[in-house]
């Protein structure tokens, strides 16, 4: 599939990973639809990402977590575009924390169930939303369509991410049911697992502690949202790619 006047959704798309893929995807010649949590912010991703690309671009507020808003912006979008070829499914949240923390034998805290079910509210819950009422939308449309989800090698297992971890693993699992099931109506699903990954949350972490991140990734360095983007273009424009997730982590294993 080209990008070219292809509509591209990308959740969680006012910064970070999710802003690069729909920058790489204007570039590419697609118009793009962010959605995101707070109003103002989508609305000046929107317009930045517009004047830097020349690239049709609105901006959805939404909370990917609640099923009506999600049903409604994805009808929204196939409405204002006409048409919904790719979606993104990059929104997410971390609230990590050990499930339990014991001093001299005594358990003094647990991974609390709120934590919990924030993180898998958005992680799985809000790419599930995503994902079905993007492609109810593209089979009602009749057109062929690409679903992108952002998983992560902490899908593997990474100590401190309970809640992240088992979010992460779900959508890769669920990608493959996607790729399965949608094929016959023309859309694929598949998904990138990214390593660590330079945005702003890491970029203003103390440098001892981003020492302590990057010297287990055999290339020496935090990956670019660029490179993640990159990845996010290869398999719209690869047909035979489907039911995979592509780990873009620098040779990280967790």
Excluded: H
Aim: net charge neutral; hydrophobic share 45%.
């Amino acid at each position: 599939m080209q990008l070219k006047n292809a509509t591209a959704v990308v959740t969680g798309g006012a910064r970070g990973i999710g802003y690069a893929i729909a920058e790489r995807f204007a570039q590419d010649g697609a118009k793009i639809a962010l959605i995101d949590l707070q109003a103002d912010e989508i609305e000046a991703a929107a317009t930045r990402l517009r004047e830097a690309s020349g690239a049709e671009v609105r901006g959805y507020a939404a909370n990917v977590t609640v099923e009506p808003q999600v049903e409604l912006t994805m009808q929204r979008i196939a409405a204002d575009f006409g048409s919904l070829e790719v979606l993104v499914n990059n929104a997410g949240i971390v609230k990590d924390g050990l499930l339990l923390k014991v001093k001299e034998g005594e358990v003094r805290d647990k991974l609390s169930l709120d934590r919990w079910q924030a993180v898998i509210n958005v992680n799985l819950t809000g790419v599930f939303l995503c994902g079905r009422e993007a492609a109810a939308n593209m089979v009602q449309l009749g057109n062929r369509g690409v679903i992108i989800n952002i998983s992560s090698v902490s899908r593997y297992g990474n100590a401190g991410q309970t809640n992240y971890s088992a979010a992460k693993a779900g959508v890769e699992s669920m990608t493959v049911v996607w790729a399965k099931e949608l094929a016959r109506f023309g859309i694929r699903a598949a998904a990138i697992a990214p390593g660590f990954t330079r945005t702003d949350i890491l970029a203003s972490m103390k440098p001892e502690s981003l020492e302590r991140m990057i010297a287990p990734v055999p290339v020496g360095r935090l990956g670019e949202a660029s490179e993640i983007a990159a990845a996010a273009a290869f398999i719209v424009s690869n047909d035979f790619f489907n039911g995979r997730c592509l780990d873009v982590d620098g040779g990280l294993r967790i």
